[in-house]
């Protein structure tokens, strides 16, 4: 598998900036919109948590496990992106994941950030 199986994040047609930091250099921050978030919840299959098993007897990367988290994160981030473009933001400021374990079936993974509109300095 290559590195495009266990990567993530946005691509480069998108509308809307992702961004960790507070700014993005070069721009300004012209209006704040608020809070939003992508939210998804993943359950485990039989064969990856019997195949995490036996791997954690040996030891070793859960590459299947991996692989599910990458594309549980790349859906939460379609997420926040699609609620961001609905409220009017070209950007998300500050964007952060949680990831929890949900009820003992799953994983809860959630991407949020604040909404925002940038124009160029």
Known sequence: ????????GQTAQSDVLVVTTNDVPGHQVTQIIGEVFG??????HLGSQIGAGLKSMIGGELKGLTKTLVETRNQAMERLVEQAKARGANAVLMMRFDVTEAADVGTEVCAYGTAAVISRS
């Open 1 to 8: 598998m290559g590195i495009d199986d266990y990567g993530g």
């Open 39 to 44: 939210l998804t919840v993943r359950s485990r």
